[in-house]
């Protein structure tokens, strides 16, 4: 990890205030860090409020409306207190560079590629669901970019050939965002993977994926020498059950990886995310499946998933 430590740390003077205000018994444990890498759909395309008839169909399926309307609205109230604003959890912080900057602050919506509040990714209801389980300080670090392969962008050192630029760019931000605690201690938790879709319409990148995903959570675990290290696989549920061939097969593939045995009984969880695909009539972007439809119930659902599955291998840890 050597990277320089900056002279003032956001990230650092959140903590130590945060852990001095709480004056409990957890102000001494490490901050407990989990890991979110990907392409577009883990920075986020849920629309929070945008409802232009035409270009957003009105609003419905973003995430103001899901909250009213959608079989999920009952599960969405914690993300708006008694007066009704967006909640941000004291507990629980985010670090995500974006295009322009590096964004951190407590979990809340718009830790996106887009900046503002506009968007949700499947952070902030992982972060709510971890930070209900840790009785500890949350660190998520997000680093995600749109239209990127595990083929090409992401390739690991194990695959062989060039090592994807993303690759490094992913531990780079990891490193910084870890370099920013200054000498506040913390604990590497947890590592969560949802990507997926370039590889699937590239029949060579279909044909080496599982092999490639078993390789980058081997060298992800290699450099942070965490062997054990927890991983969670999100699948490439777009559009659900009704997908074509090539998704079909990237879905396999994305499940034989998490249970290669290479990587370690009980460490590896693959979270079905079919399930929480809802209609284009019932979302804001009717033409983004790519981006399923930047329906917003989608986004929080898959967050509640994959931060169930994480708790879910955290507590196994604990027995093994």
Request: net charge positive.
């Amino acid at each position: 990890m050597n990277m320089a430590i900056p002279s003032l740390s956001t990230l650092a003077c959140f903590f130590v205030f945060a852990s001095t205000a709480t004056a409990s018994p957890a102000a001494d444990l490490p901050i407990e860090v989990f890991i979110l890498a990907g392409q577009s759909n883990m920075e986020g395309q849920g629309v929070v409020a945008y409802d232009h008839p035409k270009y957003y169909n009105g609003g419905k399926g973003n995430l103001v409306w899901s909250m009213k309307n959608s079989k999920s609205a009952a599960l969405m109230k914690h993300l708006k207190d008694a007066g009704g604003k967006w909640v941000e959890r004291e507990d629980v912080r985010i670090s995500f560079k974006d295009k322009r900057e590096v964004r951190t602050g407590k979990l809340g919506i718009g830790f996106t590629g887009y900046g503002g509040t506009s968007h949700i990714g499947p952070e902030l209801q992982l972060g709510h669901v971890i930070g209900d389980h840790i009785e500890r300080p949350v660190l998520l670090i997000k680093t995600a970019w749109g239209g990127k392969s595990l083929y090409s962008d992401f390739r690991p050192p194990s695959s062989g050939g060039t090592v994807g630029t993303y690759y490094k760019k992913m531990l780079e931000e990891v490193r910084a965002a870890l370099a920013a605690l200054g000498d506040r201690k913390y604990r590497i938790s947890g590592f969560v993977w949802f990507q997926g879709w370039n590889d699937m319409v590239n029949k060579d990148a279909r044909a080496e994926y599982t092999a490639n995903l078993v390789n980058l959570v081997i060298d992800i675990r290699k450099e942070l020498k965490l062997p054990r290290l927890p991983v969670v696989i999100g699948e490439l549920g777009n559009l659900g059950e009704k997908a074509g061939e090539g998704m079909v097969e990237l879905r396999k593939a994305q499940a034989a990886a998490a249970s290669n045995p290479k990587l370690g009984r009980g460490t590896v969880a693959f979270v079905k995310t079919t399930p929480f695909a809802r209609a284009k009539e019932l979302s804001p972007n009717t033409g983004h499946g790519h981006h399923w439809f930047g329906n917003a119930e989608s986004y929080f659902l898959i967050g509640d998933a994959l931060g169930k599955a994480m708790v879910k291998l955290l507590e196994t840890a604990k027995t093994n």
